[in-house]
């Protein structure tokens, strides 16, 4: 069997290094970032993000270079994963192949990999890039043929298993509204409770 966790929200606390980059970003664009709700953006796609923002269709190729570049760089500043997180993956891994689904850019993916040591645990990822940004049910339907459960704090999340008619687990603790989780098998309050889980 397969756990497959999405990285932002769930295992992640993305905020961390998330925040402080796009208002950055938004500044230097002059967007007051207070009109933007930042944590609407975490999980989406890069160009998504920079399209429902701006609300125009002009190329934001540059906006993702530089907000993904300030991103990674804060990984090893002030980035964190949820408490609890290192000891629910060890206790995990000893049970299930460990894989992780995510809708971001490749360099973002490989630095968090190399900051949270993130290779300990899980032996396979599927970037979100690496796919053109398709949908995550559509990633997991090519390419993982076994049985999966999948853990995940938005809509995508859920339906990447639901979709697929495999179980779900939703973080309700990440970065989704509850009615995001309604189609969830099981909802959890802190990543240790998939101990009890699984």
């Not at 540059?62 to 570049?69: A, D, M, P, V």
């Not at 360099?107 to 032996?123: H, I, N, W």
């Not at 993982?144 to 939703?170: L, W």
Request: charged share 35%; hydrophobic share 35%.
């Amino acid at each position: 069997m397969i756990v497959i966790f999405d990285f932002d929200g769930t295992i992640h606390k993305t905020e961390l290094v998330y925040k402080e980059a796009l208002y950055t970003t938004l500044r230097e664009l002059g967007i007051d970032p207070k009109s933007v709700d930042y944590k609407k953006y975490i999980g989406m796609s890069p160009k998504a993000c920079w399209d429902d923002i701006l609300k125009d269709d002009s190329n934001k190729d540059h906006l993702i270079e530089l907000n993904g570049k300030r991103i990674r760089e804060n990984l090893s500043k002030t980035g964190a994963l949820y408490e609890n997180s290192y000891k629910t993956l060890n206790y995990l891994k000893g049970k299930y192949d460990l894989y992780i689904l995510s809708k971001c850019l490749r360099a973002y993916m490989d630095e968090a990999r190399r900051v949270y040591k993130l290779d300990d645990y899980f032996s396979k990822y599927l970037v979100g890039e690496d796919f053109d940004f398709i949908d995550k049910y559509k990633i997991l339907r090519e390419n993982v043929k076994s049985d999966y459960i999948m853990v995940g704090d938005r809509y995508e999340d859920i339906m990447a298993g639901y979709e697929n008619k495999q179980k779900t687990i939703f973080a309700s603790y990440g970065y989704g509204k509850a009615h995001e989780g309604e189609k969830a098998t099981y909802k959890i309050n802190s990543i240790e409770e998939l101990m009890d889980i699984l």
